[in-house]
Antibody, heavy 116, light 109 residues
Framework: EVQLVESGGGLVQPGGSLRLSCAAS????????MHWVRQAPGKGLVWVSRINNDATGTSYADSVKGRFTISRDNARKTLYLQMNSLRAEDAAVYFC?????????WGQGTMVTVSS | DIQMTQSPSSLSASVGDRVSITCRAS??????LAWYQQKAGKAPKLLIYGASSLQSGVPSRFSGSGSVTYFTLTISSLQPEDFATYYC???????????FGQGTKLEIK
């Protein structure tokens, strides 16, 4: 079964850090670009970041550039998102996603809460 | 950045109705447009890619059309399970991100 499973979410204080993970199974992880997408409570989907299949290229939304770092370990079939200097507006469910022509593989999401 | 604008933001309709949702891109994206359905508390589900290609397993009552800057998602005969929020997404370039539209909430009349 093709599957993505996120973990690492939780409560963090403003200015703090958190690392999200996304474990892949059921497909050849190393062949796919991977993405993070977030959704604040009651709001729409926002693309956050992507990494190409061999980790030689990344891109970020302006809102997270310089604070978030995407990475991957193809041997472990795992995607990561290191989030630093977290702000209240970063609070959201974070999804990892992938696919050839669009995002046809999604995880269930992990919740990040930023509050003192 | 490429901006994606959906309309309407919300829509009330009845079972059996034919409904359409539009999505406009701020620049030419060819046919690099996807549509997703999201139900409360769930991950989005891909419906359409390449503007008009139906994702495997998606019912044929869903269809997509358009190119360049104007796109449409049509549901030919609404079923109870179709009441959800729908998003368009440009997949033209990751240089500025695969931008989503703001969403259209489809509710039961």
């Amino acid at each position: 079964e093709v599957q993505l499973v996120e973990s690492g979410g939780g409560l963090v204080q403003p200015g703090g850090s958190l690392r999200l993970s996304c474990a892949a199974s059921g497909f050849t992880f190393s062949n796919y670009w991977m993405h993070w997408v977030r959704q604040a409570p009651g709001k729409g989907l926002v693309w956050v970041s992507r990494i190409n299949n061999d980790a030689t290229g990344t891109s970020y939304a302006d809102s997270v550039k310089g604070r978030f770092t995407i990475s991957r370990d193809n041997a472990r079939k795992t995607l990561y998102l290191q989030m630093n200097s977290l702000r209240a507006e970063d609070a959201a469910v974070y999804f990892c996603a992938s696919g050839r022509r669009a995002f046809d593989i999604w995880g269930q999401g992990t919740m990040v809460t930023v509050s003192s | 950045d490429i901006q994606m604008t959906q309309s309407p933001s919300s829509l009330s309709a009845s079972v059996g109705d034919r409904v359409s949702i539009t999505c406009r891109a701020s620049q030419n994206i060819g046919s690099y447009l996807a549509w997703y359905q999201q139900k409360a508390g769930k991950a989005p589900k891909l419906l359409i890619y390449g503007a008009s290609s139906l994702q495997s397993g998606v019912p044929s009552r869903f269809s997509g059309s358009g190119s360049v800057t104007y796109f449409t998602l049509t549901i030919s005969s609404l079923q109870p399970e179709d009441f959800a929020t729908y998003y368009c997404q440009q997949t033209y370039t990751t240089l500025v991100g695969y931008t989503f539209g703001q969403g259209t909430k489809l509710e039961i009349k």
